[in-house]
């Protein structure tokens, strides 16, 4: 079992810059692939990036490629979302989750947090 916290959201202007940080409990962390996927308002959840187990391999949505970079320290159980260059499109809860996969396909993943709400105005 792993449980998952994110922490980080908030209200940024478009052009600016957060860091998601995503906390996880248990000693499987560094066995575990890691992805965050976000929800608009209206809208399907949708993956974001994944990173393998021992952070080797990554994979981004193509809205994201350039701006966003994951990332994780297996030593803190964290993983992190820098995201850079922030558009109002990116508003939306962003959720941290853990799995047997980094890439796009939601149901390689086992365990979910339970959001942080990341809005970006005009």
């Known amino acids: 079992q792993v449980q998952l916290v994110e922490s980080g959201g908030g209200e940024v202007q478009a052009g600016g810059s957060l860091r998601l940080s995503c906390a996880a409990s248990g000693r499987t962390f560094s066995s575990n692939a890691m992805g965050w996927f976000r929800q608009a308002a209206g809208k399907d959840r949708e993956f974001v990036a994944g990173?393998?187990?021992?952070?080797?391999?990554?994979e981004y949505a193509d809205s994201v490629k350039g701006r966003f970079t994951i990332s994780r320290e297996n030593a803190k159980n964290t993983v992190y979302l820098q995201m850079n260059s922030l558009k109002p499109e990116d508003t939306a809860v962003y959720y941290c989750?853990?799995?047997?996969?980094?890439?796009?396909?939601?149901?390689?993943?086992?365990?979910w947090g339970q959001g942080t709400q990341v809005t970006v105005s005009s």
């Open positions: 989750t853990a799995g047997s996969s980094w890439y796009s396909v939601r149901s390689e993943y086992n365990f």
């Open positions: 990173i393998s187990s021992r952070g080797g391999s990554t």
